[in-house]
C-alpha cells in the first residue's frame, strides 16, 4: 500500500531557482529514500536517510527528516533544465527492505 | 557502482499470450529482488519480493498463479506475466538489493508491456 505522500503533486520553477519537494509517512520506518525518474524510465537513487539522522547533503541536494511528524523533504538548490522529472520519496520498514513509495513530485524546470 | 538491466525494455504480445521479463544485477550478487508495477502518472506499487532459492513473497492482491516469479541465482529474476490481458499493460520494475552499509535498492530501467 501506499506510504508516502508528497507534496506538491507538480512543481514549475525556473533554473536557478530552488525546489523543494515534501514527502510525509504513516508507519515507523527503518530508512527513507528519494528517488528520481525520468519519463518512462527507471528508477535513479538520489540519497538515503536513516532514521536516526536528521539531515543529509549530497551535492545540490539536502535531504531533512523529522520522525516526530513522520515527513521528510528534498531541497534542490540552484535547479538546472536537467533537473525535470518526478521524484519519489519510499520508505522501508524494520520488518523489511521492500519499498513504499510516494506518489511523487512532478518537476518542471524551465530555461 | 551498482547495475541492474532489465529485459526487453519493451515488448508488445496478444491477449492470452504470456511474456517473460528478466532483471539482472549485473555486478553485484543479490539474493532479494523486487518486481513493482507503475500505471501512467502513478506512483510504484510492490508486486512481490523475489528471494533466491525459495518461493516469492506477494502483496496482497497480487495473483501469484498469473506473476510468476523465478529467482533461480545469484544475479537473475524473472516475471513471468501469463495469459496476459490488456489490463496488465504497465511498466514493470525491478530493483535488486545490494547488502552492504547502505542496503541500498538498485532499480532497472523497466519493461513497457502492452497488450492488445
Redesign the interface.
Known amino acids: 500500500s501506499?506510504q508516502g505522500e508528497e507534496d506538491p503533486q507538480a512543481l514549475s520553477i525556473q533554473e536557478g531557482e530552488n525546489a523543494t519537494m515534501n514527502c510525509s509517512y504513516k508507519t515507523s520506518i527503518n530508512n527513507l529514500?528519494w528517488?528520481r525518474q525520468n519519463s518512462?524510465?527507471?528508477?535513479?537513487?538520489l540519497i538515503?536517510i536513516r532514521s536516526n539522522e536528521r539531515e543529509k547533503h549530497s551535492g545540490r541536494l539536502r535531504v531533512t527528516l523529522d520522525t516526530s511528524k513522520k515527513s521528510s523533504s528534498l531541497l534542490i538548490t540552484a535547479s538546472r533544465a536537467a533537473d525535470t522529472a518526478s521524484y519519489?520519496c519510499a520508505t522501508s520498514s524494520n520488518s523489511?527492505?521492500?519499498?513504499?513509495?510516494?506518489?511523487?513530485t512532478s518537476l518542471l524546470v524551465t530555461p | 557502482g551498482a547495475v541492474v538491466s532489465q529485459h526487453p525494455s519493451w515488448v508488445i504480445c496478444k491477449s492470452g499470450t504470456s511474456v517473460k521479463i528478466e532483471c539482472r544485477s549485473l555486478d553485484f550478487q543479490a539474493t532479494t529482488m523486487f518486481w513493482y508495477r507503475q500505471f501512467p502518472k502513478q506512483s510504484l506499487m510492490l508486486m512481490a519480493t523475489s528471494n533466491e532459492g525459495s518461493k516469492a513473497t506477494y502483496e496482497q492482491g497480487v495473483e501469484k498463479d498469473k506473476f510468476l516469479i523465478n529467482h533461480a541465482s545469484l544475479t537473475l529474476s524473472t516475471l513471468t506475466v501469463t495469459s496476459a490481458h490488456p489490463e496488465d499493460s504497465s511498466f514493470y520494475i525491478c530493483s535488486a538489493l545490494k547488502v552492504d552499509s547502505t542496503d541500498t535498492q538498485y532499480f532497472g530501467p523497466g519493461t513497457r508491456l502492452t497488450v492488445l
Open positions: 501506499q529514500q528517488y518512462g524510465r527507471g528508477l535513479v537513487h538515503l519519489f523489511g527492505y521492500a519499498l513504499n513509495f510516494g506518489k511523487g
